[in-house]
């Protein structure tokens, strides 16, 4: 059984920064591609980004690039999402998930999904 654990949302203002940290149990991490998914009340789940096993390549929606970066630390099993020149239109609960196959930006293609964590961007 895999488990995840999102950490390090919080409330910042317009212009800040938030690291967001994806903690997983089970042995089988570093073979798994990783991915953040974010959803705000009323609208559907969407892509943020997407990371590779080895974390050799990353995928990012086109309303994160050059803002957001993802990365991974396999001997913590530990997925991160650091994420600059925060919008209020960031404000979301952000997910981790592991990816299964298919589609990465489509939440389907991925199980284990974590608790998630709050993010909130003020103006």
């Known amino acids: 059984q895999v488990q995840l654990v999102e950490s390090g949302g919080g409330l910042v203002q317009a212009g800040g920064s938030l690291r967001l940290s994806c903690a997983a149990s089970g042995r089988t991490f570093s073979s798994a591609g990783m991915g953040w998914f974010r959803q705000s009340p009323g609208k559907v789940r969407e892509f943020v980004a997407r990371?590779?096993?080895?974390?050799?390549?990353?995928y990012y929606a086109d309303f994160v690039k050059g803002r957001f970066t993802i990365s991974r630390d396999n001997a913590k099993n530990t997925v991160y999402l650091q994420m600059n020149n925060l919008k209020p239109e960031d404000t979301a609960v952000y997910y981790c998930?592991?990816?299964?196959?298919?589609?990465?930006?489509?939440?389907?293609?991925?199980?284990?999904w974590g608790q998630g964590t709050q993010v909130t961007v003020s103006s």
């Open positions: 990371i590779t096993s080895s974390g050799s390549y990353i």
């Open positions: 998930a592991r990816h299964f196959g298919g589609t990465i930006s489509d939440p389907t293609s991925y199980r284990y």
